[in-house]
């Protein structure tokens, strides 16, 4: 039963606020369509304003992983990972992740396809994926929208937050799998 009301509310939520909100607008006499024609402009100069920090970042992640250097220092800490439990072939995904959304789905859908979603390190992934997020983009787009430019702890409280949910996730999949 509860599941059936999820999935008809799941249907018809964004219908209703497509129509409630240009109700409820035109009743406090909001000028619906203006606001959102104004909006949209916003929207289009803030991504104007933001593109250069994206397409910095996105050359940076490329030439790092094309470049072999990821891989490389996965290969040099992989005996410290193997001793702590750690499967190294996670590492770039927990390198990437930080930097890069798509980068670190593709990873994702590499070790899945090479190890299978049930494997160890296929559940591994596929946690670290949830547990984790983009701090780099987040920082680059937010940051860079609203022209901060010192993020101050920002960066080190984001990477941290990183590293303890990669670090969770693999003792979480250890214990439940």
Sequence with gaps: MFIEVCEQ???WIIPIILVVVPVV???RHVKVYEAFVEGAAEG???AIRIMPFLVAMMVAINIFRSS???YMCVESIAPVLQF???PPELVPLALIRPLSGTGALGLTTELLNTHGPDSMIGRMASTIL???DTTFYI???YFGAVGISKPRYSVLVGLLGDLIGFIG???ICRQLF
């Design 9 to 11: 509310i799941s249907i």
């Design 25 to 27: 607008g035109h009743f």
């Design 44 to 46: 289009f100069h803030t």
């Design 68 to 70: 072999g250097a990821m």
């Design 84 to 86: 702590l439990g750690v």
């Design 130 to 132: 949830g547990s984790t």
């Design 139 to 141: 920082l680059t787009v």
């Design 169 to 171: 996730s693999i003792y």
